[in-house]
């Protein structure tokens, strides 16, 4: 009779023990908890939205416009500053998605094309989203601002180009044949290359901004991929032609609109792109050499008058010219960098190949040369992963106004 009982019991808790290996194997999960905020498989919590969402967000869309979610920013970023000082930085969000092709107005507001409604926005100071005008541009390609922020030239995937004034609501249809398009510093005219099907007939034009009167200034024939259309800000320069010398260097020739002869210059590296200071006494520009593992490198050279062509010389940041904005003044420069160490070799031939990297901000002081690293971006969802384009100072220059590549998202760096 004890031996029953004991067959029965040694049963009975072997059968437990059968059932507690069953849950073990096939249903318990095997995921390690975290509590939201844990690097799990090396990806960054939150980067995309998907991690401790506000709640009230069923859209996809980031609450509160402004981005002053203050509780966010004090459980989140604790260590982080408000202000730039050359550790990690608090950024606020302004726009929270579909942003392309954001400028900053004299008046400080922000001015963008909204991808998802084909519609342009202004984003006053107040935190007012207001639609620039009721017309509709669906699906555009590039946006093209004029230095008054009042006009846009906007392509399209069929290759159409429409010139559109938000002051007069005037629209004008441009040349199907015109690329890369370069507005005068008064804004009422314009600068482009005439890519005709037939190379005799490609020419570097201007006309007025809606396409009306063109005029040659020079032929392009088979070497309209070495001219970039950039219309300085001293009115003196309209473009500029980089005919390849070496492998290892390029020449870049200033183009006047009147036929002036400039002096040229000589780069350190191929792949020149390059952006005017608001004055046009210096162009800023990127290359990429062996030296640098064939990855963009910036430089700076003199670009008016007797001395234009002058002073070319590195300032040591391996980042693309269109990731820098220059303070009003032109004395100084500010640049988003991807983190050291990011960059992949052969990013300067191969830009696809850095899309999406987390970028630092870095200032540059013009006059003496040094580089100051100013602020590590971080979201008050604790996002780190922004690549910066777009860049733009307030008039004040209190603040620094940036694009996420990735998401759309429209954010503001305290500088001072």
Not at 104 to 122: C, E, H, I, M, P
Request: glycine share 10%; with cysteine.
């Amino acid at each position: 009779m004890n031996r029953r009982v004991l067959l029965i019991i040694a049963f009975s808790l072997g059968i437990l023990v059968l059932g507690f290996l069953l849950y073990i194997s096939f249903f318990r999960s095997t995921t390690p908890k975290t509590n939201g905020n844990e690097n799990v498989n090396g990806v960054l919590p939150d980067i995309n939205g998907n991690v401790n969402r506000p709640t009230g967000n069923t859209n996809g869309v980031l609450p509160n416009v402004n981005g002053r979610n203050t509780n966010a920013t004090a459980n989140v970023n604790a260590g982080s500053s408000t202000v730039a000082n050359g550790g990690e930085t608090t950024v606020q969000t302004l726009v929270s998605q579909n942003a392309f092709q954001t400028v900053v107005d004299s008046q400080g507001n922000l001015r963008y094309y909204d991808k998802a409604t084909g519609l342009f926005y202004k984003l006053d100071a107040n935190g007012n989203l207001v639609p620039l005008s009721s017309v509709k541009f669906p699906d555009a390609e590039s946006v093209t601002w004029s230095p008054s922020k009042n006009q846009v030239i906007v392509s399209f995937p069929d290759d159409s180009k429409i010139f559109y004034d938000f002051e007069s609501k005037k629209q004008a249809t441009l040349p199907k044949e015109g690329e890369n398009f370069s507005f005068s510093p008064s804004s009422g005219q314009i600068a482009f290359k005439f890519n005709a099907a037939n190379p005799d007939d490609r020419f570097l034009v201007i006309s007025n901004s809606d396409g009306t009167s063109i005029k040659p200034v020079e032929s392009l024939g088979e070497n309209g991929d070495k001219v970039q259309v950039s219309w300085s800000p001293n009115d003196q320069v309209v473009a500029t032609f980089t005919p390849g010398l070496n492998a290892t260097s390029q020449e870049v020739i200033f183009v006047g609109k009147n036929g002036e002869n400039f002096k040229s210059t000589i780069t350190n590296g191929r792949g020149f792109e390059g952006q005017w200071s608001p004055s046009g006494q210096y162009m800023v520009y990127s290359t990429y050499s062996a030296d640098s593992n064939f990855n963009p490198v910036l430089h700076i050279v003199n670009g008016q008058g007797e001395t234009i062509g002058d002073d070319n010389r590195s300032l040591d940041l391996q980042t693309w010219s269109d990731k820098c904005t220059f303070a009003k003044s032109g004395s100084s420069l500010y640049c988003a960098v991807p983190a050291a160490g990011q960059l992949k070799a052969g990013s300067g031939i191969y830009r696809d190949q850095a899309a999406n990297l987390a970028d630092t901000f870095y200032r540059v002081d013009l006059q003496s040369g040094s580089v100051q690293k100013l602020a590590i971006p971080v979201g008050t969802d604790g996002s780190r992963q922004f690549s910066a384009l777009n860049l733009g100072l307030s008039p004040d220059e209190q603040k620094l106004y940036f694009t996420d590549a990735s998401t759309g998202r429209v954010l503001s760096l305290n500088v001072k």
